[in-house]
Structure formats: structure tokens, C-alpha cells
Nanobody, 119 residues
Framework: QVQLVESGGGLVQPGGSLRLSCAAS????????MGWYRQAPGKQRELVAG???????SYAASVKGRFTISRDNAKNTVYLQMNNLKPDDTAVYYC?????????????WGQGTQVTVSS
């Protein structure tokens, strides 16, 4: 029943902006740490931004100052605002929900959405 549905990806020129959204269902949303990962061709998947249940955020050095992660618990949605996009930001972006328990980790992923930054 758990679903993470992403939207907002697409083609944008360098210097442009996109906002990704991830709508979650089937989980108690405010019980999960949310994150955005990306994977570019030839690279491993990397965490680009995370946000805790309490709103604490973290960012990869490559996106700090350009990307902003936020969450709206009332809408069960996490966002990634991406500004001043660069060609190196081109990747498939994945939404992740994670809850660490004593016996293990509950970990869910969205299907991924393509972001292409090109002139």
C-alpha cells in the first residue's frame, strides 16, 4: 500500500529552477525521515537532501545553497526546490522515506523522476 509519487521533473536550462514534489500514502508520514536522492549515468546514487520529522535539514555539498528541502506533514508531501540548476544536476531523482526501528529500518522509494539541465 505504500506509495511515494514524484512529480515536477523535466527539462530546464542552466540557471533555471524546478520544484520536485513527493506525495506519500500508506505511511504515517510524520513518523519518517524524508530524503531526495539522485543517480546520474555512471555514478552511484547519492543523497542530496534530507529532512527529519522535526524539520532539521541536511544537504550534499554540491547542492548546498541552491536546493531547499521542505515537508508539509498535513499534505503528506516533501518538496525539493532546486535553483540555479547546473548540467551536473542532471539525474534521476528519487524520493525516500525512512524510519529506523530497534530491529531494522523501514525504507521506501519512489519511482524516480528525470531532471535534465541542458541548453
Amino acid at each position: 500500500q505504500v506509495q511515494l509519487v514524484e512529480s515536477g521533473g523535466g527539462l530546464v536550462q542552466p540557471g533555471g529552477s524546478l520544484r520536485l514534489s513527493c506525495a506519500a500514502s500508506g505511511i504515517i508520514f510524520n513518523g519518517y525521515v524524508m530524503g531526495w536522492y539522485r543517480q546520474a549515468p555512471g555514478k552511484q546514487r547519492e543523497l542530496v537532501a534530507g529532512i527529519t520529522r522535526g524539520g532539521s535539514t541536511s544537504y550534499a555539498a554540491s547542492v548546498k545553497g541552491r536546493f531547499t528541502i521542505s515537508r508539509d506533514n498535513a499534505k503528506n508531501t516533501v518538496y525539493l526546490q532546486m535553483n540555479n540548476l547546473k548540467p551536473d544536476d542532471t539525474a534521476v531523482y528519487y524520493c525516500n522515506a525512512r524510519r529506523t526501528a530497534v530491529v531494522g529500518t523501514d525504507d521506501y522509494w519512489g519511482q524516480g523522476t528525470q531532471v535534465t539541465v541542458s541548453s
